[in-house]
């Protein structure tokens, strides 16, 4: 039963394999433009940061993780990124299930490198600003929060709601 009543489970979509992976790319791109743009907004900031005049005034423990921040969203570029090379190296070859299959699985691998690189920022950045020692639990909270928002809630929402056998 949904919020708006029963749900019938019995229709589903009538689409060939071919359909649904096309269906499934198209989804997947969409999904991959939105988070994109703010893994290169992130990045470029990152870049600059090790240019300014009071980055060399740091501890060397907010520079160490101002490199792994940095390494984080290389990675989490990289895997975003992927998706999109993985599709157009394998065009043409009749494997559009595997590659929708394979671009979900390297773009999930770049939504867990997401947070790592947000919850990483946001230690250096709460470290800098409000030099606390109650910085890491504020940072605790916030990965706590973004793993119930990308991951818990999803997870329940597809247990509590699929189709049962």
């Known amino acids: ?30 999904e991959v ?28 423990t907010d520079q160490t993780i101002y490199v792994v921040t940095v390494l984080l969203g290389a990675a989490t570029t990289g895997a975003l990124i992927g998706t999109v090379t993985f599709h157009r190296l394998v065009t043409g070859h009749r494997l559009k299930p595997e590659t929708v299959l394979w ?21 250096l950045i709460l470290r800098i600003a409000m030099d606390d020692t109650a910085v890491p639990w504020i940072v605790a909270g916030l990965v706590a929060w973004f793993m119930l928002c990308w991951f818990a809630l999803p997870a329940w929402v597809l247990h509590r709601y699929s189709d049962r056998e």
């Open 103 to 123: 671009a979900a699985r390297l773009s999930m691998v770049g939504i867990v490198l997401l947070l790592a690189t947000v919850a990483s920022a946001l230690l």
């Open 1 to 30: 039963m949904t919020p708006l009543g029963p749900r019938d489970t019995s229709q589903g979509r009538h689409e060939s394999p071919e359909e649904r992976a096309d269906r499934r790319w198209n989804e997947l791109l969409q």
């Open 33 to 60: 433009r939105v988070i994109q743009t703010g893994v290169q907004i992130l990045f470029g900031f990152l870049l600059t940061v090790a240019f300014t005049p009071r980055f060399p005034t740091l501890s060397q």
